[in-house]
Every structure is written in structure tokens, then in C-alpha cells.
């Protein structure tokens, strides 16, 4: 690949972000809480935020488009919006076509919230750094600035692939001193790589091998140096993360999950991998719940924790005297718990049995923006329906638009 091949100005996309101070301000105090070298939180500070801005694509609440200043109000909360956002959304009132007409083709907001701490983003944020990490020693090195985002995913996209399909020219074996049982589950048990353990790097390569992920792929296979390998051993044992595999049978390798130690301890639940880096098989939900409980991890679910159904109670929640912060979203039963679903992870609704008829009317509501499986299994009142087959008929009728379900 050559890095100059595609330019900054066609690599990032126009989009007018307007929390992006808010935006770059936390990729930097993430960046120096890691201790991010200074040209890799350079490299963060510039392309990522950059990619972050133009690129990023996800489902609310994580990326939302502004079209009105009562959406704008509402995402800013209590702070005052800049003077500009404000004016884009009269000026775009102002262009918008009476009722009776339809919008223009290829009509888009004028303006844009990127939530920066989004579990989409934070999974984005912790790929790149693995492959920013891991170029000492290549044609990069020292020269980060020159690769933009897209290419950056592209290449660690490529090496992941090629790990998946190399050969091994020799087989790790399993040193069970280089982990420590940590937790028995239903079908398997949780161990904990030993960050002490001279046998530490072997076995993270026996882990790589079984699951197919770059956790233990090492540039230097015999010397277990360098690569994507050193990112993740060089991490464990200046105790900054804390890996976990999941066992079956004799020593098989089913999941791997990394955390980060932040200060005091607690820890951040960084990566949930099942094989070839997927989520893990619903079969072991119940396990992943009971080590995630086990180790009180703070924060939000991960982008592979919420891809198996799992979420995090925020704290408003947990006081109601809940055993586990960590639960399965079809767990989610009371009022307040599905309002917080609605409102923090929508893609999850369809795992919802939703019975209060608030909730009804709110998803009914946001059918728009809710998966067309939840809207179709929330039971209707009679006053519902009848407000929905008002809606479609309203929709139907000459001169006017829209795509009711």
C-alpha cells in the first residue's frame, strides 16, 4: 500500500459536528491516561478525530443528526449551543418545503452529534491503537502521520486476515502455569493469564492460534517479539491490562476478554472476542454475565459486549437493589430499566418484552428510528392502533409523504 495513494481532503468526509471541541478534548485525556506516546496521541488528536468528524457511522445515540433547535437543545443539555448551530437550523427551516410538498432529493441535516464516548467509537479508537502500536520496526515507524484513518483500518483489516490464514510452522502447546483458574461457569471455567509468568508470551500464542486473533500473533514467532503480540503482552505485564480465556474441555480457548486497569484498580473491559475475532456464541452468555459481574468492571458495555446482548445498568438503575450491573437487555423488565434501553441502545429493543404502554407509545413514537422487529412485537392498545391507522391513512392521502409501517 502506498500512504500517500488517497489524500487527507478524500480520506475525511465534510460533516458539521458541533460537540467536536468536545470530541477532540476526549481523545486526548483518554490518549494521556493511556500514556499514549506523543506521536501516536499526535496521530489520534489529528486523523482519528478527523475520521471521527467526517466518518464515523453508527446508530443513534452514538451518531444522530440535528435538523431542529429543539434537537439541538436537547443533546447540548444544560449548555448554551454555539451561536452558529443555531443559526444553520433557522436558515435550514427557513429552505424547507411547505407540508404539502415533498423534500428535496438527497435532502441531509445541517448539522451532526457525535457522542464521544460511544461504545462504536471507543471500539474504533482501541483497533487503531493496536495497529499504531504494533509499527515499530516497519516502514512507519516515526512516520505515523503519513498513513491517514481509512488506510490505517485497511492495513489492520488486511494483517488480521492474513493472520487467520497463516500456516503455523510450528505448534504452540498450553503451559498451564501461565494461568490461574479464575472463575467456574456453566460449560467451561475463566482463567487469568499470569502477567508474572516467564511462560506468559507461549501462552498468549497458544491463545492466538486456538481463537484466531492477533492477541498472541508475534512479528518474532521464536523469540515471541514484537507485532501485535507485543502490544498485548507488553500492556499485561506493566499491569495496564488483565486478560481472561474462557476453557472448555482440555484447555480449549472459547473466549478471550482483555481489560484495562485504571487508576485504583478498577478495571475497563476492553475487548470480548469469540473466534476469528466474533462475538461469542449465545451458548456461553450466562458465563460471560458471571465473569463480567465477578469483576465489578466499570464503565460502559463494549461495542462486543453490546454485539451479544449485553448492557450495563447505570448507576440510577442499580440502586433499586439489582444483584449484577452486568445483564442480558432481555433481563430488562421494569419501566425505568427499558426507558434507559430506549433511550442509550435502541438496537436492542427486539430483545425487549415490552408491556407498559408508555413504552408502546414511545417506541410507536421513534419507529423510525427503532429496529423493525421491535416495533412489530410491542403489543398495541386500542388507542394505539387507532393512532397508527390514522397515521397511515394521513401518510396515503394526496400530498402527503412518509413510510409508515
Not at 452529534?113 to 504494533?134: H, I, K, N, Q, Y
Not at 510452522?169 to 509468568?197: K, N
Request: hydrophobic residues 40%; glycine residues 6%.
Amino acid at each position: 500500500m502506498n500512504p500517500g495513494a488517497a489524500t487527507a481532503a478524500s480520506a475525511y468526509r465534510p460533516r458539521d459536528v458541533v460537540n467536536a471541541p468536545d470530541i477532540k478534548q476526549r481523545i486526548r485525556e483518554r490518549s494521556a491516561a493511556r500514556g499514549d506516546s506523543q506521536e501516536i496521541a499526535a496521530w489520534l488528536a489529528n486523523h482519528f478525530y478527523r475520521h471521527v468528524i467526517g466518518n464515523l457511522d453508527a446508530d443513534p445515540p452514538a451518531v444522530q443528526p440535528i435538523s431542529t433547535q429543539a434537537e439541538l437543545l436537547r443533546l447540548h443539555r444544560r449548555t448554551e449551543p454555539a451561536a452558529w448551530a443555531l443559526e444553520r437550523l433557522r436558515a435550514h427551516a427557513a429552505r424547507q418545503p411547505p407540508p404539502h410538498e415533498s423534500p428535496a432529493a438527497g435532502a441531509s441535516a445541517p448539522l451532526w452529534w457525535v457522542e464521544p464516548d460511544s461504545a462504536p467509537l471507543l471500539a474504533l479508537e482501541s483497533r487503531l491503537l493496536e495497529f499504531l502500536s504494533t509499527r515499530r520496526g516497519t516502514a512507519l515507524e516515526g512516520k505515523l502521520q503519513r498513513i491517514n484513518c481509512p488506510q490505517a483500518l485497511a492495513r489492520w483489516t488486511l494483517e488480521h486476515l492474513a493472520f487467520a490464514r497463516k500456516s503455523e510452522s510450528g505448534w504452540a502447546e498450553h503451559r498451564p502455569g501461565a494461568v490461574r483458574p479464575l472463575l467456574r461457569g456453566q460449560l467451561g471455567v475463566f482463567v487469568e493469564f499470569d502477567a508474572q509468568s516467564p511462560d506468559l508470551r507461549a501462552e498468549m500464542a497458544y491463545e492466538s492460534q486456538m481463537m484466531r486473533h492477533c492477541l498472541g500473533q508475534f512479528s518474532a514467532r521464536g523469540a515471541l517479539r514484537g507485532g501485535y503480540g507485543e502490544h498485548y503482552a507488553e500492556a499485561c505485564e506493566q499491569g495496564r491490562l488483565r486478560l481472561f480465556s474462557y476453557r472448555t474441555g482440555t484447555a480449549q480457548p472459547r473466549i478471550t476478554v482483555s481489560a484495562q486497569v485504571l487508576d485504583g484498580g478498577r478495571l475497563r473491559i476492553d475487548q470480548i472476542k469469540g473466534k476469528q475475532n466474533r462475538p461469542p456464541i449465545a451458548r456461553y452468555l450466562a458465563d460471560v454475565l458471571a465473569l463480567l459481574n465477578h469483576l465489578d468492571a466499570d464503565g460502559e458495555a463494549p461495542a462486543d459486549a453490546l454485539a451479544m446482548g449485553i448492557v450495563r445498568r447505570p448507576a440510577h438503575l442499580l440502586a433499586s437493589g439489582h444483584t449484577g450491573a452486568w445483564c442480558a437487555a432481555s433481563e430488562l423488565h421494569t419501566e425505568a430499566e427499558q426507558l434507559w434501553l430506549l433511550q442509550a441502545h435502541p438496537a436492542l429493543l427486539d430483545q425487549l418484552d415490552i408491556r407498559s404502554p408508555l413504552m408502546q407509545w414511545l417506541v410507536a413514537a421513534r419507529r423510525d428510528t427503532v429496529p423493525v422487529p421491535a416495533f412489530e412485537r410491542v403489543p398495541r392498545s386500542a388507542a394505539l392502533q387507532q393512532s397508527l391507522e390514522l397515521a397511515r391513512r394521513r401518510a396515503g392521502s394526496p400530498g402527503r409523504t412518509g413510510n409508515p409501517r
